[in-house]
């Protein structure tokens, strides 16, 4: 533990002088991953079918203002990432490189919260960090260009807010697993893994109860602690093949992207100069380049600016108390959402909700069941039918499409005007039966899109 104590103690040494090494191979790392996972973005059709096809987008509280690009321009972001990432990957023009895509990226995510997942969260945190941090020095095509920026250390600081924010992810995710669902009653893993049943040989275990709570208790405790035993040069090793057996068991039982790899080679920032010196010699072999780097006198990249000291404090604080931020909301966490998202719940529940909206004329008390299929995408359905900001928005804006629409009725034509919109809603959480989430008494136009508590929400029965 005294270790442990030391290695966090040196983070707040911000100016501390390390190896830059560290900072340098996770620029590269990171910067490949990004571009292995744009590519996707682009080669799966996914740009088309979540940015341009959908009529309406699900804008986060405070940033409705950011709408997507018109037509084909949305793939320009994309493109711009593609490029974003070949120039932090070989760190040429770095900043700006960084710049871009954190900019490209943030934006892409703002546009539709029913895309929300924590890896994008997380990789718009970092990309963020990247722009602050010198990962250019040393092995990059600025370094080349221009000599006077190469060093061989760097302050602690640089580092240390990486192995922070990665930290965070661990640690807050454990954090959120202690609830009585993933602990006792081993949800929703054990509703998840029923659907792995044709595996081969371990399938039938995936259908083992005992299993399911393997694997909630394993996972809770490897979050809990997982980050202790990286900080810690004995156990460190024997930590990471923990760490990929985990996400690699993940990523193959569960759709959940490039997350896994991305904290596979992340977590490797744990490690020691050391053990990146040898990563970096390997790919300086690797693509011929045998000649050193002249790094003049070793030069570190001097005293931190005060006012970047207090940002890093803020942000620190911030990341901290955010996911504590639901414990000022009564009710069921997984059942109203509030403070839900920007809190490191990973896989933490199982909804299915099913929405049925009605737009009433309030002059004729006529009525009209909408079909949300007309305008909505089928991920969108799926997200908004569970998640109460979503509902409102979504009734907002069927009350602006139909306000003012004219309607036959036999011979008789009716112009709707202010209607109001109604729904009734059933989820079910955790694989409990389906109960009313929303009563179709409330028009939904009147209630307050904000951070307040949604008193609207039917209470959760467990």
Not at 368 to 388: K, W
């Amino acid at each position: 533990m005294t270790e442990i104590s030391s290695k966090w103690t040196n983070y707040f040494a911000f100016d501390k002088q390390v190896s830059i090494t560290p900072l340098i191979i996770y620029r590269i790392i990171f910067g490949v991953l990004m571009l292995f996972g744009v590519s996707r973005f682009l080669f799966k059709g996914w740009v088309q079918q979540l940015y341009i096809d959908p009529q309406f987008y699900f804008g986060y509280l405070g940033f409705e203002w950011v709408k997507p690009l018109p037509g084909n321009w949305m793939y320009l972001p994309f493109i711009l990432m593609l490029l974003a990432a070949i120039g932090i990957t070989i760190g040429y023009l770095y900043r700006y490189s960084a710049f871009v895509f954190f900019l490209c990226f943030t934006y892409v995510e703002l546009l539709d919260k029913s895309n929300y997942l924590n890896h994008y969260y997380f990789v718009s945190l970092m990309s963020f960090l990247m722009v602050l941090v010198p990962a250019n020095a040393k092995f990059s095509v600025d370094a080349l260009r221009n000599p006077s920026i190469r060093r061989d250390t760097t302050s602690q600081w640089h580092i240390g807010i990486l192995k922070f924010q990665l930290a965070v992810v661990y640690i807050f995710a454990g954090i959120a697993k202690l609830n009585s669902d993933w602990l006792f009653h081993a949800e929703p893993l054990r509703t998840w893994l029923q659907a792995h049943h044709t595996i081969p040989f371990f399938g039938q275990f995936l259908q083992m109860k005992e299993t399911a709570y393997l694997f909630s208790w394993f996972g809770c405790l490897y979050d809990l602690f997982i980050v202790f035993f990286l900080l810690t040069a004995k156990t460190r090793k024997f930590a990471y093949l923990f760490v990929v057996g985990f996400h690699l068991i993940t990523w193959y039982l569960f759709p959940i992207g490039v997350f896994p790899w991305v904290m596979i080679f992340s977590t490797l920032i744990f490690f020691s100069n050391e053990f990146h010196e040898k990563v970096l010699t390997f790919l300086k072999r690797m693509l011929c380049i045998t000649q050193q780097e002249n790094v003049p006198g070793g030069k570190s990249s001097g005293q931190t600016n005060p006012l970047v000291l207090i940002f890093l404090v803020i942000y620190m604080a911030a990341q901290i108390t955010l996911p504590f931020r639901y414990t000022l909301y009564p009710g069921d966490l997984f059942w109203n959402e509030e403070g839900f998202r920007f809190s490191w719940r990973v896989m933490l529940m199982h909804k299915e909700g099913y929405a049925t909206f009605y737009v009433k004329d309030k002059a004729t008390g006529r009525t009209a069941q909408i079909d949300n299929t007309h305008y909505l995408t089928q991920t969108q359905i799926d997200q908004m039918s569970t998640q109460p900001d979503m509902i409102l928005q979504y009734a907002r804006f069927l009350k602006t499409k139909y306000d003012g629409r004219t309607f036959s009725f036999g011979e008789k034509e009716i112009t709707i005007t202010d209607p109001s919109v109604h729904a009734e809603v059933y989820v079910s959480l955790n694989g409990r039966p389906s109960q009313l989430f929303i009563d179709r008494k409330h028009d939904l136009t009147t209630l307050p899109y904000n951070l307040s508590h949604r008193n609207w929400i039917e209470p959760f029965t467990p």
